[in-house]
Nanobody, 125 residues
């Protein structure tokens, strides 16, 4: 049974930091691209960051470059999103997702095979 379980969300003041984790099970984690998406109320789900199977290839949406860092630990079947200098505009439900196209990082959500249930991130001004 495939599972992606996010944790680490919460309420933080603008300028603060959070670290999201995504624990995976039920599939071969090391041969999947892992990405984070987010969805704010009334908006479409958007790509935030992705990381290839080995961790050497990453991609970020422009609005988070320099503030967010995606990483993974294949020995723990876990992906992470370190979020610094948070802004109220970062408020959203954050989802992790897995894609078997492990050598490429796609941004459309429709490509992804597995999804977590999401974790709420709220940034107050």
């Amino acid at each position: 049974q495939v599972q992606l379980v996010e944790s680490g969300g919460g309420l933080v003041q603008a300028g603060g930091s959070l670290r999201l984790s995504c624990a995976a099970s039920g599939f071969t984690f090391s041969n999947h691209t892992m990405s984070w998406f987010r969805q704010a109320p009334g908006k479409e789900r958007e790509f935030v960051a992705g990381i290839g199977w080995s961790g050497t290839m990453t991609k970020y949406t422009d609005s988070v470059k320099g503030r967010f860092t995606i990483s993974r630990d294949n020995t723990k079947n876990t992906a992470y999103l370190q979020m610094n200098s948070l802004e109220p505009e970062d408020t959203a439900v954050y989802y992790c997702a897995a894609d078997r196209s492990y050598k490429v990082i796609y941004t459309p959500s429709i490509v992804y095979d597995y999804w977590g249930q999401g974790t709420q991130v709220t940034v107050s001004s």
